[in-house]
């Protein structure tokens, strides 16, 4: 087992990445009740982007001035910037809804929220215990069925898309929010892998 | 020339991984025949993409318990890598012709799965080679002119598909299905890229 | 400060990449012109798409055959291909225009290409202080300024697509096109931040 320096930061950092994603998420779910108010969700969910950035630059901004990082320091950008994409697509999704003036969402849509309501609170759960890598490995087996699981669903949803039900320009429209939904749960998924090669690194 | 192990597990496992693609072109052009059984090809298939996973991750556990790799550690992930985005590529394929029902394809597509074929007769043709990784020169010459000739092809197959031939319906799914066919091809070159640099740098 | 060789070559074909970036974006104005031969502009803009595959590979020769190069080599692989990425980006703009018989196209794609226009100017103008990166500060900030323009206005442009104007069918065509046109200020943005990441280092 490698020395691992005491700057705690990292992890506290880290640790409010993912925060930023359990509002997100949040955000998301909002966006989807039927009642909500879209431009107001929208504005809160610029807001919530705009944090996570702040705590993404905070870290780069900390690992480029330290000179022993807990893990190598490429492997801390991955990190930051996996969590950061997750936002990203979360923010792209809220923003499709509002700019595609979409006013009725399939039910398929609000099961994939409930897997990133899921991915994001095991990522806030986890990411403190990130000093011992090796101890996460329930959590990136929890992340690997719930893309699997979020994966069925999606596949579901595309079929539901193309049943003839929906006009096309409908389809147009809603294929690329159920895909941005997708890409978040896969951005999750990899945030998760890249914690599984840092503890194969340690081990 | 650098010494170089003769660890010839690496070896043998990307050549591994290269026979899975070949299965993979195989099961592609079972998909496109108008004949075929959608749904038992798609199973196959997906039995082949978790075989394909299994050869990767060994190959993966290797490199990260090797002390010595025969080439730089990142090049043997970026090329293993590789080759699982091009099964990836192609279970889509074969995953979207079930999913979006689409019982009759322009015949480009079978043009394109001919393109696919070749390049993974050629890749597990030259995969035991990978000793000696200049020797392979005549490898990604002859990759980059196929993913020429499947790049010419590919946009001849969407010029048709917006000729007014297809309801606008049909042309959303068509255009998902010819641009995975396209996304294999590019992986296929982006794995002859990765084994000319692993080639420049031992030169 | 860094002691840097003076191996001047990797800053004069730097800079050539970003003058190939004026002529591509030159070529865009040109193809969106309604009076233009597109068949003509785009046998042009094949050929200068070739031309920023010569530099890009005279710069990918030199970074492999120096002992000691003026950044890490990683970085200027990254960033070589970074201008690289910008003008497929703008040949594929090109190509889809041509390719779907697009006739009219919507005054919004003609301010994109103003922004990419004004981000090659940029991209030439600061290229050759390159050797001291912190210096290109203002660059940088200029260039995320442009991307967030631009961004805006690829909201308003899908926002038109779907607003009832356009068939369904050519509403597929145009979002195509103006993806690419976004995608490729996004690869303007990605270079930026190389740079900035450069400068961090250095500092």
Redesign the interface.
């Known amino acids: 087992m490698r020395f691992r320096p005491v700057d705690s930061a990292f992890y506290a950092l880290f640790t409010e990445q993912a925060q930023h994603l359990v509002t997100g998420t949040a955000l998301l779910a909002e966006m989807l009740a039927e009642a909500s108010d879209k431009e107001d969700v929208a504005t809160r969910m610029r807001a919530a982007e705009h944090d996570a950035d702040e705590t993404t630059h905070a870290l780069i901004r900390r690992v ?1 001035s330290t000179f022993v990082t807990p893990f190598d320091r490429e492997d801390i950008y991955a990190l930051a910037s996996g969590l950061d994409d997750v936002m990203d697509e979360m923010d792209e999704v809220v ?1 499709l809804i509002l ?3 979409v006013k009725v969402l399939p039910a398929e849509l609000s099961q994939q929220v409930e897997v990133l309501q899921r991915c994001a609170e095991l990522t806030a759960e986890w990411m403190p215990k990130l000093q011992a890598p090796q101890s996460l490995e329930e959590y990136w087996i929890e992340i690997n069925r719930l893309e699997n699981a979020g994966d069925k669903n999606h ?1 579901r949803t ?2 539901r898309l ?1 049943s003839g039900e929906y006009k ?2 409908e ?3 809603l ?1 690329d929010i159920v895909e941005s939904l997708e890409a978040a749960i896969d951005a999750f998924e990899k945030v998760a892998n890249i914690i599984e090669q840092i503890a ?2 340690e081990s």
Request: hydrophobic share 45%.
């Open positions: 480029n923003d700019l595609y003036e596949r595309l079929a193309f096309t320009i389809v147009l429209k294929k194969v690194k």
